[in-house]
C-alpha cells in the first residue's frame, strides 16, 4: 500500500524559514511528478509547487523567490523549503504524488499544520 508521510510544520515568526518533507513508501514502480498544495481555513486547497521527476520546479505567483521545491529521487522525497515566511502563508500543507504502482494514480499525504505567527 502506498503512503506519503509529511513532517516539518509547525509554528514559526512571520519571517521565519520552515522545511517540510515528504516520503513515499510501499510498494510501486516509479514517481512521476511531486507537489505541494496548501488549504487555509475557510479556502479552497490551492496549489504551491510542483516537481517533475526531473526536477523541473513549478511556483504559485505568492510564493515564488520565497519557497524552494526539490526531491531526492533515492530517498523517494520531496521536500519544500520555505524562507521569508508570512502570515498568509498559514494553512495546512499537503504533499501529493503521481506514483505507478499496482493501483497508478495520485496519493495525498495527510497534510501538516504551518503556522506564521509572532
Known amino acids: 500500500q502506498v503512503q506519503l508521510v509529511e513532517s516539518g510544520g509547525g509554528l514559526v515568526q512571520p519571517g521565519g524559514s520552515l522545511r517540510l518533507s515528504c516520503a513515499a513508501s510501499?510498494?510501486?514502480?516509479?514517481?512521476?511528478?511531486m507537489g505541494w498544495y496548501r488549504q487555509a481555513p475557510g479556502k479552497e486547497r490551492e496549489l504551491v509547487a510542483t516537481?517533475?521527476?526531473?526536477?523541473?520546479?513549478n511556483y504559485a505567483d505568492s510564493v515564488k523567490g520565497r519557497f524552494t521545491i526539490s526531491r531526492d529521487n533515492a530517498k523517494n522525497t520531496v521536500y519544500l523549503q520555505m524562507d521569508s515566511l508570512k502570515t498568509e502563508d498559514t494553512a495546512v500543507y499537503y504533499c501529493?504524488?503521481?506514483?505507478?504502482?499496482?493501483?497508478?494514480?495520485?496519493?495525498w499525504g495527510q497534510g501538516t499544520q504551518v503556522t506564521v505567527s509572532s
Open positions: 516537481i517533475t521527476s526531473g526536477a523541473h520546479p
Open positions: 510501499g510498494s510501486f514502480y516509479r514517481i512521476n511528478d
Open positions: 501529493n504524488a503521481y506514483i505507478v504502482s499496482a493501483v497508478t494514480g495520485v496519493f
